[in-house]
């Protein structure tokens, strides 16, 4: 099926915490056409894969791990060199002349302006999930225990995202909405991509994965309530078909 983009070569940076919905929402454009490259398809924790490309990735970890952070230790700011910029723009150089095309890692939420760098034209969709069903998502993943605490680390991406949400153009949809809903706002979020209509159910919606949060984890007032708002505004922000 053909893309109809206004330019002739558009990348989108799919943004949001891990467990967030970011793989669902990646999956989901690639089927739209947004062209993501060699990704992961499958994996043991998500049958559909993650859809994250290993290199990206790895650019992503170096530049973490250079700020003295990592996943679960987002660095306040970033600083890069010239090893890294290469890494980056030879990785970029494979979608010369693609007309639609993305990538997807929760770690861009702290990268961005990296990328951002030689990317003037980036366009931004996201994705956010309920901070407790994040956590215990977080849980049931073995080998994913996080160094901050899960709905702490929670707050550090989603503060990123909701900057971006109230200073730019952001379309930002929500993992914890049920079928219709998630599935009308992709349609309207494809129209406003200039991808086309998908007329079928997106493989990557899997109901029985979305299960609501039972409540919170043992955490501090203070946290739980800076969490709420910041779910409140996020939501705030969120597409609706028709925006």
Request: negative net charge.
């Amino acid at each position: 099926m053909p893309v109809v983009v206004t330019q002739s070569n558009t990348p989108i940076c799919i943004l949001g915490m891990h467990r967030s919905g970011t793989s669902c929402l990646a999956g989901s454009l690639e089927l739209a056409g947004v062209h993501l490259g060699e990704v992961v398809n499958k994996s043991p924790h998500n049958l559909r894969g993650n859809k994250e490309n290993k290199i990206q990735r790895r650019i992503n970890e170096d530049l973490l791990t250079f700020n003295g952070g990592s996943w679960d230790n987002l660095p306040d700011q970033i600083v890069w060199h010239d090893e890294l910029r290469a890494q980056r723009d030879a990785y970029i150089s494979q979608f010369k002349g693609v007309p639609v095309w993305g990538f997807k890692d929760p770690r861009c939420l702290s990268t961005l302006a990296f990328w951002r760098e030689t990317l003037g034209n980036l366009r931004l969709v996201g994705t956010f999930r309920h901070p407790a069903a994040v956590a215990q998502s977080l849980a049931k993943r073995r080998g994913l225990t996080p160094a901050t605490e899960p709905v702490q680390l929670w707050i550090d991406y989603n503060r990123r995202l909701l900057d971006l949400c109230e200073t730019e153009v952001v379309h930002l949809v929500c993992f914890d909405w049920r079928m219709p809903q998630y599935l009308a706002t992709l349609g309207h979020l494809n129209g406003l991509l200039g991808l086309p209509e998908v007329q079928e159910t997106p493989p990557f919606f899997e109901t029985q994965l979305r299960q609501s949060h039972a409540g919170w984890p043992e955490i501090p007032d203070a946290l739980r309530q800076d969490a709420e708002a910041m779910y409140q505004a996020l939501n705030g922000h969120a597409l609706m078909p028709g925006d």
